[in-house]
């Protein structure tokens, strides 16, 4: 045991990384449920369609969106599918979370609200 302090100490000392505490970190509490589900796992080859024909199995998807990357066009890993109702929601997430697409395994869950961007000061204009 104090070998192990001791090596930790000196691994400290001679890193700038910063090693995490040993204190577990809170994990956000969860979303509250929506008709907006968040997908995440996502393959780089599943396409929004796809995407809405896995969870079309669950009920009527409003919308599916995979969120691509501006220059490759590739899939970033994440995605959202809107439901109608909430039923249909919590049934998309049983169905699916834990679940293979395109060879990878995916999760589902209830979106998070986007949290409002902080507000922008203005920046002093120059006149040169």
């Known amino acids: 045991m104090a070998m192990a302090a001791r090596v930790g100490r000196v691994r400290r000392l001679f890193s700038t990384f910063p090693f995490p505490s040993s204190a577990p970190a809170n994990p956000p509490p969860p979303a509250d449920p929506s008709t907006n589900l968040f997908v995440s796992g996502l393959s780089k ?5 796809g995407l809405r024909e896995a969870f079309a199995k669950f009920g009527q998807v409003v919308s599916a969106r995979v969120v691509t990357d501006l220059n490759s066009g590739y899939s970033k890993g994440f995605g959202f599918v809107r439901y109608t109702t909430l039923e249909e929601a919590a049934e998309g997430i049983k169905g699916m979370d834990g679940k293979f697409l ?23 204009q120059s006149f040169n």
């Open 45 to 49: 080859r599943t396409t929004s369609e």
């Open 102 to 124: 395109d060879g990878w395994v995916i999760f589902a869950e209830y979106a998070r609200p986007r949290s409002p961007p902080p507000p922008r000061t203005p920046q002093p």
